[in-house]
């Protein structure tokens, strides 16, 4: 099954005992022909989580609109270990082959239930 990456504009939860691969659909901001190039992941609060390191995806991926991320427009990474009751910042930085840096912020709140 295709991984499906995210939006910022929905609500994003996670259970405290997952462990997840997420990923960030750029394609709404990038021009025709610009792809992903490289990525950086960083989450606040910092202490808890386990955050993986930023990949740029190398398959499709269809967003959850429906949508389909192309190669390189998208950036994964894991998710794991994180603390009931706490709402996690996690910011992706893309850099593109065009030079461009683009910046998404989500907040994914962590609920036992």
């Known amino acids: 099954m295709p991984l499906t990456s995210i939006s910022t504009k929905h609500e994003h939860y996670q259970h405290p005992s997952e462990s997840l691969t997420r990923a960030i659909d750029f394609t709404p901001v990038l021009r025709p022909g610009e792809t992903i190039s490289s990525a950086t992941v960083a989450i606040s609060p910092s202490s808890g989580p386990t955050l993986g390191s930023a990949t740029v995806a190398t398959e499709e991926l269809t967003n959850e609109d429906g949508g389909v991320a192309a190669v390189g427009n ?35 709140h962590c609920r036992a239930t």
């Open 74 to 108: 998208a950036v994964q990474f894991s998710l794991s270990t994180l603390v009931v009751g706490t709402d996690y910042v996690v910011t992706v930085t893309a850099t593109t082959n065009l030079g461009n840096v683009r910046v998404v912020a989500l907040t994914i």
